[in-house]
């Protein structure tokens, strides 16, 4: 019933969506820019998703388990050694120390 809604706020984001039991992961893929752009739109898209649905979801009388979010950062080696110091540092996703962002776990 909400995952026919949900799915119209995701889909404005140009995000990708999975859905499992009380489980739900975005997917933002892009390519690496040297003016780091395309990684800028890419970190905040997810974010910018995930609070228009804690919106959608007040306003429907639900509760999004802020505790339970977490950020992969995944890059490939090719990608690492062609474009060094292009991938945010947690205080870029905006976590101001290691102890306020646990959740964000970066694979480089």
């Known amino acids: 019933m909400y995952l026919s809604t949900l799915d119209d706020i995701v889909s404005m984001f140009e995000v990708l969506c999975h859905y499992f039991a009380d489980d739900t992961q975005l997917y933002k893929r892009f390519r690496i820019f040297a003016d ?7 970190f905040s898209c997810p974010s910018d998703c995930v609070k228009s649905k804690n ?4 306003r429907n009388k639900l509760q999004l388990n802020a505790g339970k979010k977490d950020v992969l950062i995944a890059s490939s080696a090719r990608s690492r050694k062609s474009k060094p110091g292009l991938f945010p540092s947690k205080a870029g996703l905006g976590c101001p120390n290691e102890r306020k962002c646990p959740h964000v776990l970066t694979l480089l």
């Open 55 to 58: 919106s959608w979801m007040v």
């Open 36 to 42: 780091g752009s395309a990684q800028r739109a890419a």
